[in-house]
């Protein structure tokens, strides 16, 4: 796991849409109040009251009846134009995966069989929600059934109510069955060898400090990779990596009668040494306030990098039986160093010494790992050491994911379907696929230079604004050189600025995709957090959907439909 | 104005479409099109290039043409994915870029020594290095069945079952491994019969996949990768590289000396090297001539010969006095290119009782002085009789030593060193005024290399050696 997993802050987010939302009224507001005075002159209050009033009526006073009729008809209707036939493409191109990734023994990852079947599922369905989506409401104006519709007592509001969800229910309908189809493919799929990887494991996350080779507090060491997730450890000196646990489910732990760690260091190594046996570590557990330390097994062990997501890096320690004096060499159990129970104060029985009890400090734990062989290095990061709670079935985390998917879903269509509102169908879909790209490609790289525009440190993007990227790609200089003082530079600079407020400004109206991919935790053989995923797609969803209502709605009542 | 009806327009495009389709079908019908007639000329169609994959050639049907642009994203992905140490995914982007460049050979070779050499270099437990190793290997077969004509793919092949099994740090345990997989739930303690079918040695295996190369060559597949003589040299170096492997590492599975089988090696070495290789007609490029010459033998019928192979731009260009000289001169710059008066030698003289004898005292003196129990004097005269008869080996082939190649003047150095310890160091005693190999010892031309294996013995106890 490569990304940072941080649980998503709902208040937070629900005071940003607050915020939003409530400057975008404000926007609508004051053009309708402009457009009714120079419409309606000194009686321009009255007539904005009174619209007012009836876009809200039209807004909230829906009926289930007539929605339910016209989302009926989209169905047929979608149906009609065959969209369901993805459904068989998909099974097609499934048919024959197996040709590029199957038939191989050795294979001993799932990855690339989960990766592919949700990329899939992601490729397949969001062309379909796109184009029935922004395609619908356009053909409806052209062929005039929308006329027809509006001359009967039903509200706009409840035309593109029974659109959005129609559309909704046939890209659902689809997308379950899609991902049935995918789920049997990956049972029936995955090699052996690599079954035990279809699991949802849950970590729990501490936080990661290295200590340097004199014991002291540091950055932990680079050895030469051009990838700075991991920092390394120097084997033979003080140098460590100290993890540190808050808010352990002791109870849980207790329940199960032992505590497992999963690690995924990677080796590092300055000699050869013995090559055929693998460079070794050694764990302590460390009761941060009484500073009880315990070290784990007398046995060292070893890394294992290519055995990740199965039992051989998953360390079990028992939360009884941790005996004081260390046991036979090889024997698998805790044990304490005589010298650290010596050393230490606090209350516990040095003949019955409990992890719960006498190494979680209000559940905090702090766990250091070392590397054993001179000059040997080991690479640690934080998301390389975590608790593993008990697992949830592989179903569960599937299911999660193509929840996710769904609620991608169901976004596009709200977007796809208020765009058509006011546009033509082609360029509908050039807008919301536009506003696929921007929230899944870029939202990520916009996020990155707004950051570094507002640093507070050191603000200013390297290469500068899209002005000055564009003057330096053209004059071929690279990104450090100085610009040439002038006033041209100057208008290039000040514009850039201008630029990045109104980026600044703006790009909470984009809606960030990311939030509903879900492959790194899945393929890495993680459940994936509610908090930190599934929530995050709830809210991307929720947030867009009231307000493109309102704007597909106004779109709706306030457009010639015979401009077509 | 146009008045033909919608349906009148459609039949008009069927058959237009239909009398445009005659002639694009005759000329590409198989067999006896003309197009389908070039193709085969020019080694342009995909059943002539390689095994068809039909993904393939769908893909590059289905993007138009953005195959370029494709196959820049995957590149990029690969080489994030690389960076970011995710193994099993690159190798996953890795066979999509193959998808869309198959006939690249480039793309196979980068890749396979990407998997073989780099990925499985950042494995820390040897198994998993052998398995990327495998990965590269069974990478770049694939690409030989997609390109079967192209002799370097081949090549490659066998360079890396030579070479990356052969010689590289975990040389003992990936011979081991390549006989006896460590993946026991699938080869059940048998080798990978995708890249060992026989079970044989990988030197073996090597040797098999250079053959296939140099059969390429000989029927005009041109091979870019270095001067013709030593491309055609690698299947004949591969024995001799397999009977070394046997003398010093000694049979994989047990790692105990194999003498009889090495000597066995050895004599099919030297025919090969000088009764095949030798007599192979090897085209040596001397701008601007191109002259046809064997590196065996070198008496003057075998020139005059040679001179009946040769061109006739050569015959217009080359005087009739310069002409045997001018070969003379091509066989002599071949021979040096590809070592082969020192490989003929070799291949001799390890044959000889002599060499044979001091090879087998080294080995035995050198497990005497590191493996337990140690017998220091036991281990002194194995020694004593291995430098014996490396004297009598280098006094009736000096160019032995002489050589680029070191192995002889190497193991025989060693010895001396070992040897020299145990009576200095172990023994506390004195060494003789004279002894074999003193004149090698003392000669100043090999002060260099006697400095780095000393100094090997001495940071490493002894175990460096």
């Not at chain 1, 169901?410 to 929230?439: D, R, Y």
């Amino acid at each position: 796991m490569f990304r940072e997993v941080l649980p998503f802050d709902i208040l937070g987010g629900f005071t940003l849409w607050l915020m939003t939302t409530a400057s975008l009224v404000g926007v609508i507001l004051g053009i309708a109040l402009l457009v009714s005075l120079v419409l309606h002159g000194g009686a321009f209050l009255g007539n904005f009251s009174r619209g007012t009033r009836e876009v809200l009526v039209d807004l909230v006073d829906v009926s289930p009846r007539r929605i339910g009729a016209i989302m009926q008809v989209t169905i047929k209707e979608s149906v009609r134009r065959k969209a369901l036939l993805v459904f068989v493409v998909f099974v097609i191109v499934f048919m024959f995966a197996n040709w590029f990734l199957g038939g191989d023994d050795e294979l001993s990852s799932a990855k690339p069989y989960i990766s592919t079947v949700l990329m899939a599922l992601n490729w397949m369905i969001i062309p379909v929600a796109l184009l029935l989506s922004c395609w619908g409401l356009p053909a409806d104006i052209k062929d005039r059934s929308l006329h027809t519709v509006v001359t009967k007592p039903v509200r706009r509001s409840e035309v593109l109510l029974g659109r959005m969800l129609g559309y909704c229910a046939v890209s659902l309908v689809m997308l379950a069955a899609m991902g049935a189809v995918g789920y049997v493919w990956i049972i029936r799929s995955v090699p052996e060898l690599a079954r035990d990887q279809l699991i949802g494991r849950v970590p729990q996350y501490g936080t990661l400090k290295y200590l340097g080779d004199d014991g002291v507090v540091g950055i932990g060491k680079n050895v030469g990779d051009m990838w700075e997730y991991r920092s390394f450890v120097s084997g033979g000196t003080k140098s460590c990596g100290v993890y540190t646990f808050e808010k352990i489910d002791t109870e849980a732990i207790r329940a199960a009668g032992v505590m497992r760690l999963e690690y995924k260091w990677e080796a590092f190594r300055t000699y050869k040494g013995d090559i055929e046996t693998p460079v070794r570590f050694r764990i302590y557990l460390i009761n941060p306030d009484t500073e009880l330390t315990v070290r784990i097994s007398t046995r060292d062990f070893e890394i294992q990098e290519f055995a990740v997501g199965s039992e051989d890096t998953v360390i079990d320690i028992p939360i009884a039986g941790i005996s004081p004096r260390p046991g036979a060499d090889g024997e698998f159990y805790v044990t304490a160093a005589g010298a650290d129970l010596a050393s230490v104060g606090g209350q516990f029985d040095p003949q019955h010494l409990n992890l719960v009890d006498d190494l979680i400090a209000d559940g905090k734990l702090i766990v250091r790992a070392y590397c054993v062989d001179n000059m040997q290095h080991i690479g640690m990061a934080r998301h390389d050491l975590f608790i593993r709670l008990p697992d949830r079935p592989f179903m569960v985390s599937y299911a999660k994911s193509v929840l996710n998917t769904a609620l991608m879903v169901i976004l596009i269509v709200v977007l796809g379907t208020t765009a058509s509102c006011f546009l033509k169908g082609p360029v509908a879909t050039i807008l919301t696929f536009g506003l696929i790209i921007l929230g899944q490609g870029l939202r990520e790289m916009m996020d990155d230079l707004l950051k570094q525009f507002y640093d507070k440190e050191s603000p200013g993007i390297l290469g500068g604004g899209p002005l000055e990227s564009a003057y330096r790609l053209l004059h071929q200089m690279n990104q450090q050189s100085e610009l040439p003082e002038n006033l041209g530079t100057q208008f290039i600079e000040n514009a850039d600025q201008g630029i990045m407020h109104t980026v600044g400004l703006t790009r909470n109206f984009f809606p960030n995709f990311n939030h509903f991919d879900t492959r790194e935790f899945l393929a890495n053989g993680f459940d994936i957090p509610f908090d930190a995923s599934v929530l995050a797609a709830l809210a991307v969803t929720a947030s867009f959907v009231l307000p493109c209502y309102v704007i597909g709605y106004l779109s709706l009542r306030f457009r010639e439909l015979e401009v077509k | 104005m146009n008045r033909l009806t919608s349906k009148q327009r459609k039949l008009i495009y069927l058959i237009t479409w239909m009398v445009l389709m005659v002639p694009i079908g005759l000329m590409g019908m198989p067999g006896q099109g003309i197009l389908a007639q070039r193709r085969i000329k020019y080694d342009l169609g995909e059943a002539t290039l390689g095994a068809v994959d039909p993904a393939s050639s769908t893909l590059n049907l289905v993007l138009l043409g953005m195959r370029g642009i494709a196959a820049n994203l995957l590149w990029m992905e690969a080489d994030h994915l690389k960076e970011t140490k995710n193994w099993s995914e690159l190798e996953q982007r890795v066979n999509s870029i193959i998808l869309l460049q198959p006939h690249f050979k480039q793309v196979w070779q980068y890749q396979s020594w990407n998997l073989a050499y780099n990925v499985s270099a950042e494995c820390d437990r040897v198994q998993d290095r052998y398995y990327w190793v495998k990965r590269g290997i069974k990478f770049m077969m694939e690409g030989t069945e997609r390109n079967r004509h192209v002799p370097e793919l081949f090549h490659d092949t066998g360079f890396y079952l030579g070479n990356k099994i052969g010689t590289s740090d975990e040389k003992l345990q990936f011979r081991r491994y390549f006989l006896d997989d460590p993946m026991d739930e699938i080869y059940q303690d048998g080798p990978d019969d995708e890249i060992n079918p026989e079970g044989i040695d990988n030197y073996l295996v090597a040797r098999q996949w250079y053959e296939i190369a140099n059969q390429l060559v000989e029927d005009d597949y041109q091979q870019h990768k270095m001067a013709e003589e030593l491309f055609l040299a690698y299947p004949y170096r591969a024995q001799i590289s397999y009977a070394t492997a046997l003398q010093s590492m000694g049979n994989p599975l047990t790692e105990e000396p194999e003498w009889d089988k090495s000597r066995e090696a050895w004599v099919r070495a030297y025919d090969g090297w000088t009764g095949e290789f030798g007599r192979i007609l090897i085209e040596v490029p001397i701008p601007p001539l191109e002259i046809q010459i064997r590196l065996e033998p070198d008496d003057e019928a075998a020139f005059d010969e040679m001179l009946t192979q040769q061109t006739e731009s050569f015959i217009e260009n080359v005087p009739d006095a310069a002409r045997l000289t001018v070969i003379r001169g091509a066989q002599d710059a071949a021979r040096q290119t590809c070592s082969y008066i020192y490989w003929r030698l070799r291949c001799n003289t390890e044959q000889n009782e002599q060499m044979a004898a001091a090879r087998r005292s080294y080995f035995e003196g050198k497990r005497l002085f590191y493996e337990a129990p140690q017998d220091f004097t036991a281990a002194q005269a194995s020694l004593y009789s291995s430098m014996e008869s490396y004297q009598a080996v280098v006094t009736e082939f000096p160019e032995l030593i002489e050589a680029t190649d070191t192995d002889v003047l190497e193991d025989a150095l060693k010895a001396v060193i070992v040897w020299q310890d145990i009576i200095i160091n172990k023994h506390g005693e004195t060494l003789p005024d004279d002894y074999p190999l003193k004149t090698i010892w003392e000669d100043p031309r090999y002060t260099y290399a006697k400095e780095e294996y000393l100094s090997q013995f001495l940071a490493w106890q002894g175990g460096g050696l």
